[in-house]
T-cell receptor, first 111, second 112 residues
Framework: SQTIHQWPATLVQPVGSPLSLECTVEGTSNPNLYWYRQAAGRGLQLLFYSVGIGQISSEVPQNLSASRPQDRQFILSSKKLLLSDSGFYLC??????????FGPGTRLLVL | GDSVTQMEGPVTLSEEAFLTINCTYTATGYPSLFWYVQYPGEGLQLLLKATKADDKGSNKGFEATYRKETTSFHLEKGSVQVSDSAVYFCALIKAAGNKLTFGGGTRVLVKP
């Protein structure tokens, strides 16, 4: 069966520091991968999605970037964090345009 | 553009009460519709889905029917438990799309 992992689970970072969040999927090949952000008390916003290695689509202009160095690995990065980057970051996977399955999330607090 | 509208919460119920969470959508074509549930501190779990008009998705006692004529996908459960306390998200995805469009979420609190 397929599983999706995210780490770290929780992260507290100072403003201006770099960020790297990792997401990996097991048990499937060539998945579509997604990064979402959930701000406190709000809905989910799609940040990036990828349909293959090195292919990244950005949904909103922002302080963040994404990379897909391997088929089942998706990384969310920032060179300099802002206070507004705080939130709950969720990675998801799907096969083509089918159902998306979510990871456990990373809670990021920028101070 | 596409959009999903959910009733605002929080919804507070007593155990064994009937739960309905309204969800309506705006989209061209024939989207697939989903309900996800988020328990405190966790990621989203797929609760149920429907891929075409008149389909009924069901899981864990929850049901929702894809109503194209009213562009709705209301979630129902006949008898809620304390363990059903969570945030519920309605979402859609277009047939040839990659992007899930979410509603704002509805927080449900079930009291014993």
């Amino acid at each position: 069966s397929q599983t999706i992992h995210q780490w770290p689970a929780t992260l507290v970072q100072p403003v201006g520091s770099p960020l790297s969040l990792e997401c990996t999927v097991e048990g499937t090949s060539n998945p579509n991968l997604y990064w979402y952000r959930q701000a406190a008390g709000r809905g989910l916003q799609l940040l990036f999605y990828s349909v293959g290695i090195g292919q990244i689509s950005s949904e909103v202009p922002q302080n963040l970037s994404a990379s897909r160095p391997q088929d089942r690995q998706f990384i969310l990065s920032s060179k300099k964090l802002l206070l507004s980057d705080s939130g709950f970051y969720l990675c998801a996977w799907s096969l083509a345009q089918e159902t998306q399955y979510f990871g456990p999330g990373t809670r990021l607090l920028v101070l | 553009g596409d959009s999903v509208t959910q009733m605002e919460g929080p919804v507070t119920l007593s155990e064994e009460a009937f739960l309905t969470i309204n969800c309506t959508y705006t989209a061209t074509g024939y989207p697939s519709l989903f309900w996800y549930v988020q328990y405190p501190g966790e990621g989203l779990q797929l609760l149920l889905k429907a891929t075409k008009a008149d389909d009924k998705g069901s899981n864990k006692g929850f049901e929702a029917t894809y109503r194209k004529e009213t562009t709705s996908f209301h979630l129902e459960k006949g008898s809620v438990q304390v363990s059903d306390s969570a945030v519920y998200f309605c979402a859609l995805i277009k047939a040839a799309g990659n992007k899930l469009t979410f509603g704002g979420g509805t927080r449900v609190l079930v009291k014993p």
